[in-house]
């Protein structure tokens, strides 16, 4: 492991010795869910802004989030492979590596305005990011006791939200400055300058990491939750099946709301532009957050399955409302789907990974995988938004939440 010592310990940790030997790891991961949310936050607003300055179409436009979470798909296992060769503190740098070098390769994409060279710089980041999602997730799960796993990973995502809330802030203010549909390639200027600095920050938090004793965490033998994952093969575990699945139609439901957004706010906000859409998904991202905070304090007294059950299918409703498209009504339904996402990702996670012991980082990386779901389905949105309309589009995630009702409802449940 590379830059610190590695430690063991069970996967259930309680009393406040382990409690305090945990909080600053816990706190410098935590760090890590802020700069993908800022990554993500910024990926709607370019997949608009690219429309513009680059004149390509919706369909078109939406392979950005193909190269995202295509990359995630891609990078997912060999990231968690070597993990569990290297530990999660090496996959952690050499994730962030290659968030810089992504983030770097921005400046020459902008310099050029290609479109492909912007694919390949955004795919490097994402690899990443696969590296970082795959070793930070299930990292706070086991930081602590295993009963309230759910509850600390829905924290550390709560600043996954904040990061996802000033995307779109920073994107509305630099990249839409020069008014309704500038195409001038000089535009990418603010893109240069945005990823620059955000290469710059992601290297001196891997400088941090370097140096930074962190605990690694391993199943115990006397564990009997882990003695009892290890017993059966990775995919007889019945919920962990189901959750590759919930969390592949999540993300693609996620990402697709958020890559049409601020075309169906445009379409159905009488006056509305592309600068006050951005400014509007920025709200919606504040509300993604806030419902992660409250999501987090509501699972201390209502079962994280039943919330997720309950907030599927209220996004169902709401989903529909979207696809009606009357005005600001669809707007605001639109607006308040992002509230009830919110808890979505890691309690599916959490739920997927619980009680696989040894097989926990392998596990991992497969949900990850899932997160394809990013890059397929928004596609298909896109196809459907330009044939159709982009209210019909939004039929799409609502199947997607379909099945996330079901595996709140069933599918979370292991043997």
Known sequence: ?????????????TGPKNGQKYLFPFILVTSLFFMWGLAYGL????????????????????????????????MALPAGLLMKRFGY??????GLLLYAAGAAL????????????????????A??????????NPYVTVLGDKATSEQRLNLSQCFNGLGSFLGPVIGAQ???????????SSDLGSVQLVYIVM?????LIAFLFYRTTLPEITAADDNKNAAAGAAKPLFQHRHFVWGIIAQFFYVAAQVGIGALFINYVTEHMEGGNDKDASYLLSVSLALFTAGRFAGTAIMRKVAPNALLTAYALINIVLCAVVIMGHGIVAVTALVAIFFFMSIMFPTIFALGVKDLGPHTKTGSSFIIMSIAGGAFVPYVMGTLAKD?????????PLICFVIVLFYGARGYRTR
Not at 113 to 121: E, H, K, S, V, Y
């Open 1 to 13: 492991m590379a830059g610190g010592a590695a430690s063991t310990t069970s996967y259930t940790t």
């Open 43 to 74: 990926l709607d607003v370019l997949n608009k802004h690219f429309q513009n300055a680059l004149s390509i179409d919706k369909a078109r436009s939406t392979l950005l989030q193909g190269a995202y979470f295509g990359a995630y798909f891609l």
């Open 89 to 94: 503190k090496s996959g952690i740098i050499f």
């Open 106 to 125: 921005f400046y020459p994409s902008a310099h050029y305005a290609n479109f492909d060279f912007f694919l390949l710089a955004l795919f490097i980041l």
């Open 127 to 136: 690899s990443g990011l696969a590296f970082l999602e795959t070793a930070a």
């Open 174 to 184: 630099l990249f839409f400055h020069g008014g309704e549909g500038a195409a001038a």
């Open 199 to 203: 290469a710059i920050v992601v290297l």
């Open 388 to 396: 159709h309309s982009t209210a019909f589009s939004f039929i799409v």
